[in-house]
């Protein structure tokens, strides 16, 4: 923890790595398709010839600004650039409807940065303690924390909650088309060979977020986004005195994002919707949720952002990847010889301590970076005549949805998905259950199967499912949160559908 | 195929198992009671678990987990009692786990302590083998260009350590004796899988 | 769109659909029959359930209570149609005719479709140029930056 490591990140090499990290991290993450992990994998070759702590800053902060670019799609076009946005889409888009998007843009930065600094702080001074919170969490654990994402289905519906269960449900099945995890089964794909593969996130998301907003936006001649005439530059300022209006909302959401990101298998798209989840619950306007909210962004872009932090907590000190790029990242080390684990912090502590700091300054670079990039962005996308920018848009999903799995099946697979989610969403069904419920299945289906099989086997089932403290809590608050919406639509029961 | 990493029982350093024995006294006097994870279902964790069980006269309980990470995180974590791993796994984690045997003919190099299953009386070798595939429309000077590439990094005296390093075991074959390595390979999976009731 | 709220586009669209995930329902059920490990069955049968219960209930509340709610709402036709099929199209010729050409494609009916000024010459030089551009760039970063094989 020397004040010496500190320096030697802050080496002008150091700096520009991070500087450049942020800023092509930042890129690749708003294009819908690319996501942080592809952005990792892409640019590790580059890190082969540096030297470990120079290697680990540059994917650091490839990483961190990956997180954050996804917001710019999320918000300018409903589409989440990567799956960590998905929550973001929520308030995101309808501020950008409304006019409001360039100060969504700098809320999600301002949060972002808020975030990640959280995360980056949490890996400095308490990775060893918070990793043993990785290993507490069981099979059982993750099942109840899949079911509380599913619960964010019925507070979303608002009234129509039978519609929204119906779609996370549809989108669980999904998840299981293909090869299941815990047996060597193949499901639901009637012979096809095609569908082995299965539903991919990324593509589905593209399919059933973008395509159904560019279906509708070649059908009218209105603008896409309103666009306000007056000044751009002072939104900054009025997205920051927001974002410290929402203390609580930040640090209670970057918090839970660096928990969510040190649990391995969760990423940033879990951490942003229990985040999102909470922000609601607590918040003085349940109804604005949805519909505009600046808390709702704050709240999401902090925790995905804090899941970079937090991710590395198990990755370093445990050997074991806390979110999807971590893998990466655990591979690039182990090409320059780094062993991680439980040596590592001990062994290549310089190594480690000049990362985090790395870190900690690529976020903090975040800041300039990510606001002008963020106003560039907004201008661009309003500004471009929508005859352009519906089939550029249109162009890049069909490229994007290909880059996956180089796939033009998976392309075929998404664009049916797209018009499938138009067509529900005209009749009151919304896509974000069935993203939800084909991210939260394979979690929810895991830790089922396999507490049940361990219950099973020590013949404790229930107290396997309903005994251990850190599930308790995890009931108690998806409880918490399923009770609110159901009153509500009680409430509303004469004049609204379910 | 270059190398391949042995199988492994793995179990925390706390663990009241200090010996291959005592798990498997436990495993006959409570049939079914001991959980292992391992990586997979119908994997090489699974597999060698069926074996053993076999071999011991013992009924374990597996616990599939996606990918050995998940599988190490859960031993550490102690929702299971032992885990069905590799000695990378060991090589890894150092102090925090103890492993009981491995699969191999001769002890590793860097676990002098820890015994085979051979010598503890279970004819059991074996792990998840890695090596190089081509498509089948490549021919066979490309073949052997692969195959001997392979073997010569394979004897690089640099690489061998770094790979006993990280706890793999060297394995040679060439793209001329995969052939009946495979087979070998397939006859022994299928008895034990249709024994375990894994394949109808 | 019709007039009677029993008989409305939204009525109907709702309940077709709630009807249409009921019927997935019962294929996921179906197809669980034929796993060989239970494990495998547990949650598609469970979830599939879940589904038909919650499609179910959606469809007996809006038949007990029907409403204009829902609707294919305003919008020209033929623009959907021609960006969509377009956008199909691309992807069957990709492997044909290859990536940039069946881009182009998607580009130019994507053009066509959201373009509700009219035609000019210099509108059509510079949208077409742009899109050029756009295409190409994206196909060089995919392809030589990123080492994505595009046919």
């Known amino acids: 923890m020397e004040f010496s490591h500190f320096l030697s990140a802050m080496t002008p090499f150091n700096i520009a790595l991070a500087l450049f990290g942020v800023v092509a991290g930042t890129v690749i993450g708003s294009i819908p398709g690319l996501t942080a992990t592809m952005a990792l994998a892409v640019l590790v070759p580059i890190t082969f010839s540096m030297d470990p702590a120079s290697a680990l800053i540059l994917l650091g902060a490839i990483y961190t600004g990956a997180i954050y670019g996804g917001a710019y799609a999320a918000i300018l076009l409903n589409t989440p650039g990567t799956p960590s946005a998905i929550a973001t889409t929520f308030d995101g888009y309808p501020m950008a409807k409304r006019g409001d998007g360039d100060l969504a843009v700098a809320l999600a930065c301002f949060s972002s940065v808020f975030g990640g600094m959280v995360g980056a702080i949490a890996l400095l001074l308490l990775a060893p303690p918070l990793s043993k919170v990785a290993l507490a969490f069981g099979p059982v654990e993750y099942f109840w924390l899949s079911i509380f994402g599913l619960s964010l289905i019925a507070s979303l519906s608002n009234g129509n909650l039978m519609k929204g269960l119906a779609g996370g449900a549809f989108g669980m099945i999904l998840s299981t088309v293909g090869v299941a995890e815990i047996s060597a089964d193949i499901r639901l794909t009637f012979g096809s060979q095609v569908m082995i593969g299965g539903f991919g996130v990324v593509g589905a998301l593209i399919g059933l977020y973008c395509i159904p907003v560019l279906i509708d936006l070649v059908a009218t001649p209105e603008r896409h986004l309103k666009v306000e005439e007056n000044v751009k530059s002072v939104r900054i300022s009025e997205a920051f005195k927001i974002a410290m209006r929402s203390k609580f909302n930040l640090i209670r959401s970057s918090v839970v994002g660096t928990l969510v990101g040190i649990l391995p298998g969760a990423g940033g798209s879990v951490a942003g919707l229990v985040a999102y989840s909470e922000a609601k619950r607590t918040g003085k306007d349940h109804q604005k949720f949805g519909e505009g909210e600046p808390d709702g962004i704050i709240a999401t872009e902090s925790a995905n952002s804090a899941t970079v932090g937090g991710g590395f907590i198990p990755t370093l000190v445990l050997g074991i990847p806390g979110t999807p790029p971590d893998a990466i990242v655990l591979g690039a080390l182990l090409v320059q010889g780094v062993r991680t684990g439980p040596a590592m912090f001990s062994q290549s502590g310089s190594i480690v301590y000049t990362f985090i700091y790395g870190l900690i300054i690529a976020t903090i670079l975040m800041l300039p970076a990510g606001l002008l990039i963020g106003r560039y962005a907004y201008k661009s996308i309003v500004t471009i005549p929508k005859a352009v920018l519906v089939p550029t848009v249109g162009f890049m999903t069909i490229i994007g949805t290909f880059a996956i799995r180089n796939s033009v099946s998976d392309v075929i697979i998404m664009l049916c998905l797209g018009v499938f989610g138009w067509l529900i969403a005209r009749f009151g069904f919304a896509a974000s259950p069935i993203v939800l419920g084909l991210i939260l299945g394979p979690i929810a289906e895991q830790g089922f199967v396999q507490g049940w099989t361990i219950g099973a086997a020590t013949n404790n089932l229930i107290g396997m499912f309903f005994g251990r403290p850190i599930s308790q809590a995890i009931i108690a608050f998806t409880l918490m949160t399923l009770i609110l919406p159901i009153y509500l639509a009680y409430k509303k029961q004469p004049h609204k559908e379910v | 195929m270059f190398h391949y990493t042995p199988d492994a029982i793995v179990v925390t350093a706390d663990s009241p198992y200090q010996t291959l024995a005592d798990l498997v006294a436990d495993a006959k006097a409570n049939p079914g009671q001991v959980t292992m994870s391992g990586s997979g279902k119908a994997s090489a964790n699974h597999l060698a678990q069926i074996k053993f069980d076999k071999l011991a006269g013992t009924l374990t309980t597996y616990v599939p987990f996606k990918g050995t990470g998940a599988a190490v995180t859960a031993l550490l974590g102690k929702q299971t009692v032992a885990e069905w791993g590799y000695t990378t796994v060991g090589a890894k984690q150092g102090d925090a786990v103890r492993m009981l045997a491995v699969a191999m003919e001769n002890r590793h190099p860097l676990f002098p302590d820890v015994p085979t299953f051979k010598e503890l009386g279970y004819d059991m070798t074996g792990g998840a083998y890695r090596g190089i595939a081509l498509p089948n429309s490549a021919s066979a000077e490309t073949t052997k260009m692969w195959s001997d590439m392979i073997a010569e990094i394979n004897t690089d005296p640099a690489f061998q350590k770094k790979m006993l390093d990280g706890g793999f075991a060297m394995l040679d074959v060439d793209s001329a004796g995969m052939k009946d390595f495979m087979a070998a390979r397939v006859e022994e999976y299928l008895k034990d899988a249709r024994e375990a009731g894994l394949i109808k | ?151």
């Open chain 3, 1 to 151: 769109m019709g007039t009677s709220s029993s008989k409305s586009q939204g009525q109907f669209g709702s309940l077709f659909i709630s009807t249409l995930f009921i019927f997935i329902g019962l294929i996921t059920l179906y197809d669980t029959t034929s796993y060989s490990d239970r494990d495998s069955q547990v949650f598609p049968q469970t979830v599939a359930i879940i589904l038909i219960i919650t499609a179910g209930t959606s469809l007996i509340t809006r038949l007990l209570k029907p409403s204009n709610e829902g609707g294919f709402g305003e919008g020209i036709w033929w623009r959907r149609v021609l960006f969509i099929s377009a956008m199909f199209i691309t992807c069957f010729a990709m492997p044909i005719i290859g990536f940039l050409a069946s881009g182009v494609i998607a580009f130019t009916s994507g053009l066509i479709a959201a373009m509700h000024d009219k035609w000019s010459f210099r509108t059509v030089l510079i949208y077409g140029c742009s899109g050029a551009i756009i295409m190409v760039s994206f196909f060089i970063l995919f392809k030589f930056i990123l080492f994505v094989p595009l046919p």
